[in-house]
């Protein structure tokens, strides 16, 4: 795998960098084991500082405890959201690569040489998105949760808020979120997960902040990117586009070419 990570505070509209990345390779010590995390931080880069440095290890202690990968990572968002009571918050999209359930299940027990399929799976709470490229193809690996999204103003609305302008309470854009404390009742922390066994015809993991959605499309990056050599040249490329095309964002964006 090659990875590239790019980011840009973008200080023509930002006065401060809310972003926090963290990439992981040989993930719990298994060779091609990935884990990738991206937090885009709101009211304040508190929470996603934490979670930058923490939420892998929590995701690590849980894996003893959940035969579920999906299940450890919505008990860990969710473990965070909970010890965490702040009034800042932020997005999440967290993506494993792992051999079987990433602990006890490394085909032939060989850490160092492990064989088998190897499994892509992806969390996320709020807008920042993963992007699978399989045979030159766009496939969103997370969910958009926005006021704008039905499901999930009925979803708030049956707990006693509303929707205005797009916004939670009139607040906040996200429907869900880590962290957020006074808006629990309703900006929950509980992720979108799924799963994917890679295979010889996937190209590209994209994983990036709103920054880079706002000005561009899932189909989009996979055309803008696929002449490109690495994943370095890849994120570089993604990240000078969307200041190019005005994103008034924070930006954060990895790309794992495989």
């Not at 990345?21 to 040989?26: A, E, F, G, K, S």
């Not at 399989?134 to 979803?155: C, F, V």
């Not at 957020?180 to 010889?200: A, R």
Request: hydrophobic letters at 35%; glycine letters at 8%; a negative charge.
């Amino acid at each position: 795998m090659s990875i590239g990570i790019s980011e840009d505070q973008n200080q023509k509209f930002r006065r401060t960098m809310e972003d926090k990345v963290t990439v992981l390779n040989d993930f719990n010590n298994v060779s091609n084991q990935l884990y990738a995390g991206l937090f885009d931080g709101h009211a304040g880069k508190s929470l996603s500082d934490y979670c930058g440095d923490n939420l892998h290890q929590t995701i690590l202690n849980n894996f003893t405890k959940f035969k579920s990968v999906s299940d450890n990572l919505n008990q860990s968002f969710l473990s965070v959201d909970n010890e965490q009571s702040l009034s800042s918050g932020c997005t999440a999209v967290v993506s494993l690569i792992l051999y079987g359930n990433g602990v006890n299940d490394v085909v032939n027990k060989d850490k160092q040489n492990p064989q088998g399929t190897r499994t892509l799976y992806t969390a996320n709470v709020g807008d920042a998105r993963a992007v699978l490229c399989r045979s030159g193809q766009a496939i969103r690996l997370t969910y958009d949760h926005k006021g704008s999204d039905e499901n999930e103003q009925k979803r708030i609305m049956d707990a006693g808020g509303y929707i205005l302008n797009g916004r939670v309470n009139g607040v906040l854009a996200v429907t869900r979120a880590l962290g957020d404390s006074p808006m629990k009742q309703y900006v929950v922390g509980s992720p979108y997960t799924t799963e994917i066994d890679l295979t010889d015809e996937d190209e590209w993991l994209i994983i990036a902040c709103d920054g880079l959605w706002d000005v561009v499309t899932d189909n989009q990056v996979v055309e803008l990117i696929k002449r490109c050599k690495s994943g370095e040249e890849a994120s570089q490329l993604l990240l000078d586009y969307a200041l190019n095309n005005l994103s008034t964002d924070n930006l954060s964006i990895i790309v794992i070419k495989f």
